[in-house]
């Protein structure tokens, strides 16, 4: 179920005052920690670096990304494969 649309889309204020902040230098990467938050059209060609609980993933904004969240860009989990089928490797 998503967000009701009186609301509009979730995004923290944070994110919001350090994207208004750094519309001039547009190379910078923005540092944040709201994985939780939409992605706005005013977002388009920034940079930002979101947290995925170890490190910062870079994710340059495109037009595409539009009402997605910031966590979609950065996975929190490595996948490694899967574990060798035991049967299989006996014959």
Same mark, same amino acid.
């Given at each position: 179920?998503?967000?009701?649309?009186?609301?509009?889309?979730?995004?923290?204020?944070?994110?919001?005052?350090?994207?208004?902040?750094?519309?001039?230098?547009?190379?910078?990467?923005?540092?944040?920690?709201?994985?939780?938050?939409? &992605?706005?059209?005013?977002? @388009? %060609?920034?940079? #930002? $670096?979101?947290?995925?609980?170890?490190?910062?993933?870079?994710?340059? &904004?495109?037009?595409?990304? @539009? %009402?997605?969240? #910031? $966590?979609?860009?950065?996975?929190?989990?490595?996948?490694?494969?899967?574990?060798?089928?035991?049967?299989?490797?006996?014959?």
């Amino acid at each position: 179920m998503g967000r009701s649309v009186w609301k509009g889309p979730f995004v923290d204020e944070y994110v919001l005052r350090k994207a208004a902040a750094s519309e001039g230098s547009r190379h910078k990467i923005i540092k944040i920690w709201s994985r939780r938050s939409t &992605i706005l059209p005013q977002f @388009v %060609g920034l940079n #930002f $670096g979101v947290y995925n609980g170890r490190k910062f993933i870079p994710v340059s &904004i495109v037009e595409e990304m @539009v %009402g997605r969240k #910031f $966590g979609e860009f950065s996975p929190t989990r490595t996948f490694y494969g899967h574990t060798a089928d035991k049967k299989a490797k006996r014959n």
